[in-house]
T-cell receptor, first 111, second 112 residues
Framework: NAGVTQTPKFQVLKTGQSMTLQCAQD?????MSWYRQDPGMGLRLIHY???????DQGEVPNGYNVSRSTTEDFPLRLLSAAPSQTSVYFC??????????FGSGTQLSVL | GQQVMQIPQYQHVQEGEDFTTYCNSS?????IQWYKQRPGGHPVFLIQ???SGEVKKQKRLTFQFGEAKKNSSLHITATQTTDVGTYFC????????????WGAGTKLIIKP
């Protein structure tokens, strides 16, 4: 099992550009989520999904879109990148109520 | 709203000294999870506590869940360089068993 695979590892964008962060898991987890982590802060939930076709907003959803067409994949779209979105992004998955498995993260810089 | 506070934000210790981080929730939690994040890495699950007053040990790490299920602690005995990182606690949101609310983390720094 590869676990949670997240790409890319690094990305630099210009303000206003759009991009998609990819996340895939091969553990048949129903729950998938996206977090952002800023220096000195904990993890803040952006969006999450409890199954294919079901998504919901977390704590900081503005400026991001998600979709869940399959159990395995949960991409995160930045619609129009802003400097405030410079952060490290983590995708995570789990069974209901279970431990979270994290991807290795994407370091995003928006200039 | 529901909050999880974690203290201290940083702790500097000499190698061989003990380390403790504390987690306090504004609401009763059904369970609490602990994660470790090495510098430049991703959070990795350490343990989940479910029962009131539960104490679990993993080698030099001791985890406790309070009687009221609103607080928890992680204690590391005789720290080693491999313990360096940030330790996070997380508990489920009252309204959703899937969502976790996270403490801000405690960074363990070993003094040279």
């Amino acid at each position: 099992n590869a676990g949670v695979t997240q790409t890319p590892k690094f990305q630099v964008l210009k303000t206003g550009q759009s991009m998609t962060l990819q996340c895939a898991q091969d553990m048949n987890h129903e729950y998938m989520s996206w977090y952002r982590q800023d220096p000195g802060m904990g993890l803040r939930l952006i969006h999450y999904s409890v199954g294919a076709g079901i998504t919901d907003q977390g704590e900081v959803p503005n400026g991001y879109n998600v979709s869940r067409s399959t159990t395995e994949d949960f991409p995160l779209r930045l619609l129009s990148a802003a400097p405030s979105q410079t952060s490290v992004y983590f995708c995570a998955s789990s069974k209901q109520g279970g431990k979270l498995f994290f991807g290795s993260g994407t370091q995003l810089s928006v200039l | 709203g529901q909050q999880v506070m974690q203290i201290p934000q940083y702790q500097h210790v000499q190698e061989g000294e003990d380390f403790t981080t504390y987690c306090n929730s504004s609401t009763t939690l059904s369970n609490i999870q602990w994660y470790k994040q090495r510098p430049g890495g991703h959070p990795v699950f350490l343990i989940q506590l479910v029962k009131s007053g539960e104490v679990k040990k993993q080698k030099r790490l001791t985890f406790q869940f309070g009687e009221a299920k609103k607080n928890s602690s992680l204690h590391i005995t005789a720290t080693q360089t491999t313990d360096v990182g940030t330790y996070f606690c997380a508990g489920p949101y009252v309204v959703s068993n899937y969502q976790l609310i996270w403490g801000a983390g405690t960074k363990l720094i070993i003094k040279p």
